[in-house]
């Protein structure tokens, strides 16, 4: 990955980028009411010129159809700072994703792209749930996820089943930027509960989620 992100920028903030996961804010809207779970997002987009954009502070919408647990209402994270948002890591993440899912969706006109900051975190014995969904799809055309930092913690490995429930994969990402790309239109994911592996020290797994979909395609979904 870093191989491939360096065609593309420069990581020369990664320390305050990844640092940033510090000041994440709790996701307020868990279905269960649990508190493992601290975000913060943003949205961007990219036009026929392909340059990104950082669009105005808005919702996180998914259908039920694609998360049952958490769809079908508008959840407004706070926002990704201006810092993070401007970044020379993240505008480097960014461009290798813009480049990959452009190659892979030439006659699309505009994406609507979105990036979460999400930390689970693993309090005492209690486990911390990357995806409390369980396996699922995002419902967008296709999705980086790319680890920021574990901590005192086991677990948390990835699978990648086919449509019809079949496993594909699993993968544990465990070293920064360890990454997993996805096309949401094909594979299924879902990622294991992740616990403390000592339970007197705090535990957390940080990644950034970024997801590429079709401007057009995704308004008519919402």
């Not at 996701?27 to 779970?37: I, L, W």
């Not at 790309?181 to 950034?208: F, I, K, M």
Request: glycine share 8%; net charge neutral; charged share 25%.
């Amino acid at each position: 990955m870093k191989e491939s992100l360096a065609r593309f920028g420069g990581l020369s903030d990664w320390p305050v980028f990844a640092d940033s996961w510090s000041g994440l804010e709790q996701d307020t809207f868990m279905a269960d009411g649990s508190c493992y779970r601290r975000r913060r997002h943003a949205v961007f987009s990219a036009g026929r010129d392909r340059t990104i954009c950082r669009e105005p502070h808005q919702a996180h919408y998914q259908t039920v159809d694609y998360n049952p647990m958490h769809g079908g209402s508008a959840r407004w994270f706070e926002p990704m700072s201006q810092e993070v948002g401007q970044s020379r890591t993240l505008e480097t993440i960014l461009a290798l994703c813009r480049s990959m899912f452009d190659s892979l969706a030439p006659a699309t006109p505009t994406w609507h792209i979105e990036a979460h900051q999400i930390r689970i975190e693993a309090r005492g014995t209690k486990p911390g749930y990357p995806t409390p969904e369980g396996l699922h799809r995002d419902g967008v055309d296709y999705v980086l996820v790319l680890l920021v930092s574990r901590h005192n913690i086991v677990s948390g490995v990835t699978g990648i089943y086919a449509l019809d429930g079949r496993p594909l994969g699993h993968f544990t990402l465990t070293d920064p930027l360890d990454a997993a790309v996805v096309d949401d239109s094909r594979v299924a994911h879902g990622v294991t509960p992740v616990e403390a592996l000592d339970p007197a020290r705090p535990g957390y797994r940080d990644v950034l989620v970024v997801t590429f979909v079709d401007a057009k395609r995704r308004m008519k979904r919402v």
